[in-house]
């Protein structure tokens, strides 16, 4: 089905409940759905056709996740533009999808003329409020589309390949890319998500990272559940523990870093957190000890998954079951996995050779299944890359037990080589992590004469005066051993973070690989 077929049937099951709550507006289910018709019959009154790539800029509100359900409704394809990026990399992406309309939040009122200068594709561009220079005002727009009839574009199955989002792989190594997500992506991605997450009475969904992240599809996923979803502009720990105890909010998704700091200040300042039935932790690896602490802190609801926007975001589950049984066992190694392949989905592990290795053994990890994108937009060769041999190539290294376990080590372009061996900066940072004096750390490979490079880590402390990098050494040597434990260590107030939140290890390698002709030796 599409996705607006989705959103339909939260419709039907609730059409008078809440479906937004931010601080300034509360939107109920036939409010939006109003809404995204009357978005959908304002593009085709300006010639929209179907399958035009819609741009949507604007922070964690409301409106923009309408105008979301609106170009979906109108058979658009979605690319999303991350309000915290740099304006040239959200120019830059709707470039390369060819953006043809653009809503924007008045935030951005003074980067129009650049906008419309760097994207020679678009057709128009909408305020999502009052008019401002350049854009016309969301009440006008509205307006010359009343009457405008909008098709009916879907086919007896569904429109399974119709595309119905350009997702942008972030570009931490360079420029982002677009990988096109069809309505059959999108479906799978919905179906799973009922099938593994838990299901309660009264779903509230709590969003705090940015709504062009997971945390969006997310939203968007529990409106076809008739739940109610609340919008904070980003992500606060103390804002967050208020929000679960004053909504009651059932399931939310945090990446590993503001999990750590809802860690602590749960810890420093306890709130009710009875009413989760899901705290998912994923976006990147997780510390096993702070996964198992999490569920003394905020009971038997943390969760992880693993996916990509090549093959969203649940190609495994690791359920809150499965965490509380491992921690009740003491099970460090199914803390350390990120669960088992999802239903609609097959995961393998994959040698250089292309060959699919035994339980145990480590290497690239390979999918299938109905998650994975068709590839990505405009780049045929990156495209069957991606996809050579049959499978999908993850880029994520790691290993599969004899229960089907997922362990990831780390992304391949992570690799710190060492003296002739392979580090893995995540097995790293979990063992560090384990020390309780350590809040936040990242591993990073820096260059070194003798080594070509050595291992790196940079330590955010949980008490701002510690800075004791001997017994940081010390405890990962005898975790790690010699090889793979830090040479250095670097202790700093915050640690820089991706437009989505991840660990920005570009920008902790730039300081030292600057003026090198490549970022390795």
Not at 66 to 92: C, I, K, Q
Not at 108 to 137: C, H, K, M, N, Q
Not at 311 to 331: H, M, N, Q
């Amino acid at each position: 089905m599409r996705v607006i077929d989705y959103f339909d049937k939260g419709v039907a099951l609730a059409p008078e409940h809440p479906l937004l709550v931010t601080d300034e507006v509360t939107v109920g289910y036939a409010e939006a759905s109003a809404h995204s018709w009357a978005v959908a019959a304002g593009l085709y009154a300006q010639g929209f056709a179907l399958g035009d790539t819609v741009g949507v800029l604007a922070p964690n509100e409301a409106s923009g996740f309408l105008a979301m359900l609106g170009v979906w409704r109108a058979g658009g394809v979605w690319a999303p533009l991350n309000h915290l990026n740099a304006l040239s990399a959200n120019t830059d992406f709707m470039a390369d999808v060819g953006c043809r309309w653009l809503f924007v939040h008045e935030r951005f009122a003074a980067d129009v003329d650049a906008i419309r200068a760097a994207v020679p594709t678009l057709a128009a561009v909408i305020s999502l409020g009052d008019a401002f220079p350049g854009a016309e005002s969301l009440a006008a727009f509205l307006a010359a589309g009343m009457g405008t009839a909008v098709p009916d574009w879907s086919d007896p199955f569904g429109a399974p390949d119709a595309r119905c989002v350009a997702w942008p792989t972030g570009g931490t190594t360079g420029r982002s890319k677009a990988v096109t997500w069809t309505n059959q992506v999108w479906a799978t991605l919905n179906e799973l998500t009922t099938r593994h997450w838990p299901t309660v009475d009264a779903p509230v969904n709590l969003m705090v990272a940015p709504i062009t992240h997971a945390a969006g599809v997310m939203g968007v996923i529990f409106g076809s559940l008739g739940a109610t979803v609340v919008i904070r502009p980003g992500f606060d720990a103390n804002d967050v523990l208020d929000q679960i105890e004053r909504h009651r909010v059932t399931h939310m998704f945090l990446p590993p870093t503001a999990y750590y700091a809802l860690l602590a200040a749960q810890q420093e300042r306890p709130r009710d957190m009875s009413s989760l039935a899901m705290l998912l932790i994923a976006a990147a690896p997780v510390s096993p000890d702070k996964l198992g602490q999490g569920v003394a802190v905020f009971g038997p609801c943390i969760a992880q998954c693993w996916g990509q926007g090549e093959s969203p975001f649940l190609l495994t589950y690791l359920s809150p079951e499965e965490v509380a049984a491992a921690v009740a066992a003491g099970d460090r190694d199914r803390l350390a996995s990120c669960g088992r392949a999802t239903f609609s989905v097959q995961v393998a592990v994959m040698d250089d050779d292309g060959e699919l290795l035994a339980p145990g053994r480590r290497g690239e990890l390979v999918a299938r299944g109905r998650l994975v994108a068709p590839g990505y937009l405009g780049l045929p060769a990156e495209t069957a890359e991606m996809h050579a041999g049959g499978w999908h190539h993850t880029g994520d290294v790691g290993q599969i037990d004899a229960d089907g376990y997922v362990a990831i080590v780390d992304r391949k372009k992570d690799m710190v080589i060492s003296g002739g061996f392979n580090v893995y900066p995540a097995e790293v940072e979990a063992a560090i992590l384990a020390l309780d004096d350590v809040r936040e750390c990242a591993v990073i490979g820096v260059p070194d004469e003798k080594w070509g490079e050595v291992v790196m880590a940079v330590i955010v402390p949980t008490d701002a005066t510690w800075a004791d990098d001997g017994h940081v050494i010390a405890h990962a040597k005898a975790a790690l051993g010699s090889v793979k434990a830090p040479k250095q260590v670097r202790f700093v107030a915050e640690i820089p973070r991706t437009a989505v939140g991840k660990t920005d290890k570009k920008a902790l390698r730039a300081e030292y690989w600057s003026g090198l002709q490549r970022a390795v030796n």
